[in-house]
């Protein structure tokens, strides 16, 4: 299965991937077909055979397959009803004809051709609408259910079973728990409840086609069936931890009852030099180009901030960077001048002392873009934990267990945690963004990094999670 860094990517989201590029190259073969057949079949032929037109065809499926993934197509609890899929659907090849025609526009070499094009272009919506259409229909039918049994009462398991009920595209299907003293069989936790005792492990497992077994009990000491737990292992059924299942299937490290130890003895955390230097590289080269190309954007938000209120453009704050070391971070002032005269407080919504400029620029994260300033300075990286104000970093580390831990990285002007939760206002949800943050530091790696700088790009667009 593929991952991303330590993220398993579901199986059911490539083979709905795959099988949309293989329609989309389907439609443009056929268009091909059609055209050319008007007037000789056999220059047809020639035509799809020439590396000239695979390049074209790949580069209609990349560009469609971009805008799929922009409009959210490959978020599966987004896409659950066919009105969605259609209207969405609809948006994405729109926006994927006008990026190719602005590319043709440039190229006229790299065209489909009006007639070709023409022709193409119902095919691949009614293609793809009717390929939707089967997976939203028969989708559990598409691939294999995987069966699984909670061993234990415990939160993480709790937990778990939640993101899976909410996540249908895991194909994952929880039969139940297992009580640690089997005195609660027949109680409700979640969906399912409990459905036996620890002690009847083997004969659960056997009778109702378990496939994995995830550990998550209350105590462990004395608890465990560990005789069981071996003859399931070397008889093929997976056996594991609740805080590892969860990991690679939310992508965060959940700090809920979880022990140093865990930490400690887990795999990954390692930055070798090859690692580190490829990614200071890759953030000295996007922060140039990112610098060069936004010039003109740039000009344009420091005008309009001057024009509403007035200078300094850039607001520097004192952040805690690497090592816990402060540095004065860069930024578009978003705020009045006289935003924090009562003293350093979270934003929220509807924010009284946010300006009308500073609303739309935050929404679109305009305002981060001055920290490649920072990176040239070697203060910070492109991806990585959001540094915090000292201020709030003194607090936030009595109250919440391995803050200190995200000061081991440089921190980013983009991060796993901004672009898979909201922002964070309040301590527990500043909780939960360090669980995605250890996760990223735990798996950090270049394929990492280009993973959050794709999704970034698709947060800026939609403005989501920005206050």
């Known amino acids: 299965m593929l991952k991303i860094g330590g993220q398993r990517v579901p199986t059911s989201l490539l083979m709905l ?11 443009l073969a056929i268009a091909t077909l059609v055209r050319f057949s008007i007037h000789n079949y056999g220059s047809a032929i020639l ?34 009803s066919l009105r969605e899929v259609l209207i969405r659907l ?14 043709y526009f440039a190229s006229p070499d790299i065209g489909l051709g009006r007639g070709i094009a023409a022709l193409a272009a119902p095919l691949i919506v009614g293609l793809t609408l009717g390929w939707r259409v089967l997976w939203l229909r028969h989708f559990q039918e598409l691939g294999g259910t995987e069966r699984m049994l909670i061993l234990g009462t415990g939160p993480a398991g709790i937990r778990l079973t939640r993101d899976i009920l909410a996540r249908p595209e895991l194909q994952v299907r929880v ?10 069989i ?38 465990m069936p560990v005789r069981q737990l071996l003859h399931l292992k070397f008889a093929g059924v997976r056996v594991e931890e609740a805080h590892s299942v969860l990991e690679r299937m939310t992508g965060r490290i959940v700090l ?40 003109p954007l740039f000009a344009a938000v ?35 001048n006289d935003a924090e005269r009562e003293g350093p407080c979270w934003a929220s919504d509807a924010d009284s002392r946010i300006t009308s400029v500073g609303r739309w620029i935050r929404k679109l994260r305009i305002d981060e ?17 959001r540094p915090e104000r000292p201020h709030f970093v003194a607090m936030l580390e009595e109250q919440i267990p391995f803050y200190g831990l995200r000061h081991t990285v440089r921190p980013g002007i983009t991060g796993w945690a901004q672009v898979r939760y909201q922002y964070g206002a309040s301590v527990e949800e500043t909780k939960t963004k360090l669980e995605y943050d250890l996760f990223y530091i735990k798996h950090l790696s270049i394929m990492l990094d280009l993973a959050v700088l794709f999704e970034t790009l698709k947060v800026m667009i939609s403005g989501r999670g920005a206050k």
């Open 17 to 27: 991937l795959a099988v949309d590029c293989i329609l989309i190259g389907i439609g």
């Open 47 to 80: 035509y799809l055979a020439s590396w000239q037109t695979f390049f074209r065809f790949f580069l209609v499926i990349l560009v469609c397959e971009i805008s799929l993934y922009f409009h959210d197509l490959y978020e599966f609890r987004l896409i659950t």
């Open 90 to 103: 609809l948006q994405a090849l729109g926006v994927a004809c006008v990026a190719l025609a602005v590319c």
């Open 175 to 184: 039969l139940g728990f297992l009580d640690e003293k089997g005195e609660n």
């Open 186 to 223: 027949g109680r409700s936790l979640v969906n399912p409840g409990v459905i036996g005792a620890a002690a009847d492990l083997e004969t659960i497992v056997r009778d109702r086609g378990v496939t994995r077994v995830v550990i998550s009990l209350l105590e462990r000491r004395g608890r």
């Open 256 to 295: 809920e009852h979880l022990s140093p130890s865990w930490l400690i003895l887990s795999e990954g955390f390692r930055k070798s030099p090859l690692l580190t230097w490829a990614k200071r590289f890759l953030d000295i080269l996007v922060s140039l180009v990112a610098l060069i190309l936004c010039l």
């Open 302 to 336: 420091a005008i309009a901030i001057w024009l509403e209120s007035g200078t300094p453009i850039l607001f520097r704050q004192e952040r805690t960077g690497l090592r816990g070391r402060p540095f004065g971070m860069l930024k578009f002032r978003s705020m009045y």
């Open 369 to 385: 873009l001055p920290q490649v300033v920072n990176v040239l300075r070697g203060q910070m990286s492109i991806v990585g934990p």
